[in-house]
Nanobody
Framework: QVRLVESGGGLVQPGGSLRLSCAAS????????MNWYRQVPGKQRELVAQ???????NYADSVKGRFTISKDNAKNTLYLQMNNLKADDTAVYYC?????WGQGTQVTVSS
């Protein structure tokens, strides 16, 4: 079973940018769907973005035009580029593939 490790979270001011990374323990080249989710305490985990084999992507309405999901098969790494961050983007962000989840990385947007 693949293991996933997120990194790249941190504290950023509103309007700023962050790039999250999700390093996989094995090849992700043939994985059909990989996802980024986020969760705020007391709320359900929310699907933020997904990338489907072949390159098609889907985004939550709240992040469309600001976030970009991508992957580098050579590096076995999934990315989430987050621009124009807002306070409402504050959450723990998780990488997901099937039943496998990473440990999460905290993103805090605050002035």
């Amino acid at each position: 079973q693949v293991r996933l490790v997120e990194s790249g979270g941190g504290l950023v001011q509103p309007g700023g940018s962050l790039r999250l990374s999700c390093a996989a323990s094995e090849s992700i080249a043939s994985i059909y769907i990989m996802n980024w989710y986020r969760q705020v305490p007391g709320k359900q985990r929310e699907l933020v973005a997904q990338i489907i084999l072949g390159g098609r992507t889907n985004y939550a309405d709240s992040v469309k035009g600001r976030f970009t999901i991508s992957k580098d098969n050579a590096k076995n790494t999934l990315y989430l580029q987050m621009n124009n961050l807002k306070a409402d983007d504050t959450a723990v962000y998780y990488c997901n593939e099937g039943p496998t989840w990473g440990q999460g990385t905290q993103v805090t947007v605050s002035s």
